[in-house]
């Protein structure tokens, strides 16, 4: 019985570990706890430059075979999403819950544009 009640609170704190280890699923988190419903994919709150912004980086890496090109969008998705957190951590600080869904929702599409990076690298 105790190593049954061990496996299920070591799995708890796994997931635990894992969620607050990513800073878009720690924020999703984070506005859940406050009852705040995360954005959806088809709320169209981004702004359209944005939006822009992420079209442009998705057809350069459909194109791209060229690996520095490749690398050079990954350090831009890096830089972005480093970005991002600061001005996520920043809101959360402020209390600004509707900042925080905004930017939480712009962090999706970059760890969106992250996965198809990952793909992208994996050799066919």
């Known amino acids: 019985k105790e190593q049954y009640y061990s496996e299920q609170h070591s799995s ?3 997931k ?5 280890l990513n800073p878009l699923s720690r924020g999703l988190y984070l506005l859940e706890l406050s009852g705040v419903e995360p954005a959806q994919e088809t709320d ?3 702004d359209s430059a944005f939006l822009v912004e992420i079209m ?3 057809e350069k890496l459909a194109e791209s075979k ?4 490749i690398e050079e969008i990954e ?7 480093e970005e991002l957190t600061r001005e996520l951590t920043a809101a959360f600080e402020r209390d600004d819950l509707q900042e925080a869904k905004k930017l939480l929702g712009k962090m999706k599409y ?4 992250e996965d198809k ?6 050799p066919s």
Do not use: G, S
């Not at 635990?16 to 607050?20: E, I, K, P």
């Not at 350090?75 to 999403?81: C, D, M, N, P, R």
């Not at 970059?110 to 544009?113: G, K």
């Open 12 to 14: 708890l704190i796994n």
């Open 117 to 122: 990076l990952k793909t992208k690298k994996i």
């Open 16 to 20: 635990a570990y894992q969620t607050l």
């Open 110 to 113: 970059f760890a969106n544009l």
């Open 75 to 81: 350090t831009l998705i890096k830089v972005k999403q």
């Open 66 to 69: 060229n690996k520095d090109i």
């Open 44 to 46: 169209c709150d981004a």
């Open 56 to 58: 442009e980086i998705n």
